[in-house]
């Protein structure tokens, strides 16, 4: 790819739905690290970067609750000296809108993976009470990416710089066919417009 390489950093278990197909979204509040004006999607295209930070396998619903992927911000730290990045999926941006009203959020809860009780943390965070949500088109490198971990991957921040040896488009297949993602996108719509935002055709 010609252009610098964006990393979005996510939970391995939600890197790993999204690649599944299992959902078309991405769900976030500001974190530490996010700068004075908090979270927002800066990119309309990142490869997925999946990270153990602050995983925990009892937020994410039974069907992908791993106690194996349990593992937390420390067991994370102790292996960045010698740690692999293993990068198996691209995302493109197709809107991304702020949702002010719980009712909306509740009528997506069949469309993620995370439990309810974590979606409404992170809605009430700070007081605010709104959820940026992104929809997203996923594709799966034909092979994985892999390359070391670098200390600037680390903490609690969504967004990184790759290496420039990122793969290009024609190396990566739709997770979703033209006609599943048409029936997702169609689903969604609604909702997405009724805040002011617009899934592309």
């Known amino acids: 790819m010609n252009e610098t390489a964006i990393g979005f950093k996510e939970w391995l278990v939600v890197c790993n739905a999204l690649m599944a197909g299992r959902q078309s979204m991405i769900l976030r509040k500001g974190g530490i690290a996010e700068g004075r004006a908090g979270f927002s999607f800066q990119h309309d295209a990142f490869f997925l970067f999946p990270t153990l930070f602050h ?72 007081g605010e009470q709104c959820l940026s949500m992104a929809f997203v088109r996923v594709y799966r490198l034909n092979e994985p990416w892999e390359f070391p971990f670098h200390r600037s991957y680390g903490g609690c921040r969504s967004w990184v710089t790759l290496p420039d040896s990122a793969p290009s488009m024609d190396q990566m297949t739709a997770v979703l066919s033209d006609e599943q993602y048409a029936v997702r996108r169609t689903k969604l719509a609604p909702l997405i417009e009724g805040e002011g935002g617009k899934i592309g055709s």
């Open 55 to 126: 995983q925990q396998a009892d937020l994410v619903t039974e069907d992908w609750s791993r106690p194996d992927l349990d593992l937390g911000a420390e067991r994370e730290k102790e292996a960045d000296a010698s740690r692999i990045v293993r990068i198996e999926c691209f995302g493109k941006l197709e809107t991304n809108v702020v949702l002010r009203d719980w009712a909306q959020v509740e009528a997506l809860q069949s469309e993620h993976i995370w439990k309810p009780e974590v979606i409404r943390e992170r809605f009430d965070y700070e």
